[in-house]
T-cell receptor, first 114, second 116 residues
Framework: NAGVTQTPKFRILKIGQSMTLQCTQDMNHNYMYWYRQDPGMGLKLIYYSVGAGITDKGEVPNGYNVSRSTTEDFPLRLELAAPSQTSVYFC?????????????FGPGTRLTVL | AQSVTQPDIHITVSEGASLELRCNYSYGATPYLFWYVQSPGQGLQLLLKYFSGDTLVQGIKGFEAEFKRSQSSFNLRKPSVHWSDAAEYFCAVGVDRGSTLGRLYFGRGTQLTVWP
């Protein structure tokens, strides 16, 4: 099993550009999550999904969109990149609810918006 | 509202010394508590978790944590630190009810440096 994979690993965007961060898991987990990690701030939940076709906002959803058409994939879309979106983005999945079950994390995508 | 506080931003210990990382939480019900570790350039990995029962829980890599309800704490310990333990450690509280069902709330992390 590859676990949770994310692409790309690094990306530099100009202000106003758009991009999609890809996330795939091969563990057949229903629950998937997107976090952002800023220095000294821990992880903040952006969006999560409890299954294909079902998504919901987390703590910091503004400026992002998600979709979940399959169990395996959970892409994160940035429509109009802003410098405030410079961060490291982690995708995670879990068999059950994250609050009570282990989450498995991808290696992260480091995004810089200039 | 639920929250997690890790009072120590950075801790430095010598290899072979004991380690304790502090974590305090705020949650109205019995918490689900986790410690995750993040090695440089990697995602997070679960060290251990507490749901109920014995308040001293054992995890991977020789780590343990003790849940103290009276102090709202879940401190992580290791008797003898190895150089490979250098990483960032995150405490987290899980929510199993209400409008934020299923979410995990992370502390800001403690960076551990190990001197040889």
């Amino acid at each position: 099993n590859a676990g949770v994979t994310q692409t790309p690993k690094f990306r530099i965007l100009k202000i106003g550009q758009s991009m999609t961060l890809q996330c795939t898991q091969d563990m057949n987990h229903n629950y998937m999550y997107w976090y952002r990690q800023d220095p000294g701030m821990g992880l903040k939940l952006i969006y999560y999904s409890v299954g294909a076709g079902i998504t919901d906002k987390g703590e910091v959803p503004n400026g992002y969109n998600v979709s979940r058409s399959t169990t395996e994939d959970f892409p994160l879309r940035l429509e109009l990149a802003a410098p405030s979106q410079t961060s490291v983005y982690f995708c995670a999945s879990s068999y059950g609810l994250a609050g009570v079950n282990e989450q498995f994390f991808g290696p992260g995508t480091r995004l810089t918006v200039l | 509202a639920q929250s997690v506080t890790q009072p120590d931003i950075h801790i430095t210990v010598s290899e072979g010394a004991s380690l304790e990382l502090r974590c305090n939480y705020s949650y109205g019900a019995t918490p689900y508590l986790f410690w995750y570790v993040q090695s440089p350039g990697q995602g997070l990995q679960l060290l251990l978790k507490y749901f109920s029962g014995d308040t001293l829980v054992q995890g991977i890599k020789g780590f343990e944590a003790e849940f103290k309800r009276s102090q709202s704490s879940f401190n992580l310990r290791k008797p003898s630190v190895h150089w490979s333990d250098a990483a960032e450690y995150f405490c987290a509280v899980g929510v199993d009810r209400g409008s934020t069902l299923g979410r995990l709330y992370f502390g800001r992390g403690t960076q551990l440096t190990v001197w040889p």
